[in-house]
């Protein structure tokens, strides 16, 4: 029988400073179980980094958010009991920041854009092994891009299963009977050696994906919240953490929204059935959340979740009354750019579909170049300024009155798309932007309170 293995990820706000860091330090000293640390980039640093890579600025302006960067990983240097340790790998690292930063191709080439953004987990792994090491464990910084293979679409790279699996037991598992490991969440590498990233909130992403290559027991993920809520606290006051949830459950609520999980985090898990735990490091002592299998309870209402930045792309052709193969066009356009639809209804000679639209995003980038094909065969309508409110929950299809009483909620709002019953575990209603909060509220306050 294998030692159990847990895999800890802690997020940006869990490693934003020294006394953070110690807190996520002792989470790791005090379960002999971790061996595996995955860390995201101190809080702040991706948002520079994503400004350096995104966002056209003089030469002076560069250097300004570069010193921004530096302050923020010299505040942690500055408190560590060996500097020395760690020093000169940190100024290599804020050196290739510059150096990337200040490229002429920056603003043009995605490769470098994954170069740079990959720069924040890699300064704060460091960091964070030496946290480690000084709190008297046996520490290595593991350059994540030795195992996590992924293809070379950068901004947004799948990983490699197999490759990643045989990897990770070659040159990851002989270093965990004499290391904690601490290694970058987000970032990769394509075969030919050039550093690849997962999109944005990938730290949780990368943890499943080696928890899975591992056979790990229990994936846990780290935050700034004591678990998954019912909905975001910050929208609904008495929204309160759940103590357990399902796979599907969780993958649907990480679907739709939910800024605690992401989205893929929950097939690895699911492949191999590895219980994820989310809790935050602040406060660890108020437990958290586990995503597992099978739940206890089973309630028709687990929680509510909000995308926002949503556009709702209508296509349409007279041709399309009696037309057969109208949709399958529509659709392979779409899955040709690699795009997901959550939401689509259909009329006689229109269909709507609802796509993810965040600034900066390779999704947006994705959107024009989709809408200007479908161009080329139909009508094409864009409308923006929409929020996705989604209800997750269980046997929502075939329990009664779980519908109504969540119309009842709303009956106040116009409602600009609904979709329900193409699985049990959700309802999705796409709202302004203007509106949503306060529909979450108020079906929160039904539902919940």
């Known amino acids: 029988m294998t030692k159990a293995l847990t895999i800890a990820k802690f997020g940006g706000t869990s490693v934003a400073t020294y006394e953070a860091m110690q807190n996520c330090a ?31 600025m003089t030469q002076e302006q560069i250097g300004d958010v570069c010193e921004a960067i530096k302050a923020i990983e010299y505040a942690i240097l500055e408190k560590l009991q060996d500097k020395t340790a760690v020093e000169a790998k940190l100024n290599d690292l804020l050196a290739e920041i510059r150096e990337l930063a200040y490229h002429e191709e920056i603003l043009h080439r995605d490769d470098l854009k994954d170069q740079l953004l990959s720069m924040g987990e890699r300064m704060s792994s460091l960091m964070f092994s030496q946290v480690v090491a000084e709190a008297g464990q046996s520490a290595i910084n593991f350059d994540v891009r030795k195992v996590l293979r992924t293809d070379s679409e950068f901004g947004c790279a799948a990983p490699q299963l197999e490759t990643i699996s045989e990897l990770a037991e070659q040159l990851l598992r002989p270093e965990l009977a004499a290391n904690i490991v601490v290694t970058q969440g987000f970032v990769g590498a394509d075969d030919q050696g050039r550093t690849t990233t997962l999109g944005r909130g990938g730290s949780d992403f990368t943890a499943a994906l080696l928890a899975e290559a591992l056979r790990a027991q229990v994936c846990e993920i780290w935050t700034d919240v004591a678990g998954v809520y019912t909905t975001d606290p910050r929208i609904a006051d008495k929204a309160h953490p759940l103590p357990e949830l399902s796979f599907e459950e969780a993958a649907e609520m990480a679907t739709f929204g939910a800024k605690v999980l992401h989205p893929a985090t929950m097939e690895p898990a699911l492949r191999q059935n590895v219980k994820v735990f989310v809790g935050s490091s602040k406060e660890p002592e108020k437990g958290g959340t586990w995503i597992m299998k099978d739940c206890e ?20 052709t007279p041709k399309m009354l009696y037309a057969q193969g109208f949709l399958q066009k529509v659709f392979s356009i779409i899955a040709k750019h690699k795009l997901s639809v959550d939401l689509v209804t259909t009329s006689e000679i229109s269909v709507s579909f609802t796509l993810d639209n965040p600034a900066n995003s390779v999704a947006s980038r994705l ?10 065969i139909c009508d094409v309508k864009v409308e923006k300024g929409f929020d996705l409110v989604t209800v997750v929950g269980n046997h929502m299809q075939t329990a009664k009155g779980v519908s109504s009483k969540i119309f009842a909620a709303v009956s106040d709002y116009n409602l600009r798309m609904i979709c329900f019953g193409a699985n049990p575990h959700n309802m999705s209603l796409l709202v302004n932007e203007d509106n949503s909060a306060e529909i979450v509220q108020k079906l929160h306050h039904t539902l919940f309170e």
């Open 26 to 56: 002792r989470i790791v000293v005090g379960n002999e179980a971790t061996r595996i640390v995955v860390v995201s980039a101190s809080a702040g640093v991706t948002n520079h980094l994503v400004s350096l890579a995104h966002t056209p």
């Open 297 to 316: 309870n089973e309630p028709p209402y687990r929680a509510i979740t909000r995308r926002k930045e949503q556009v709702m792309v209508t296509v349409k």
């Open 367 to 376: 959107n024009r170049e989709t809408i200007a094909e479908l161009e080329t």
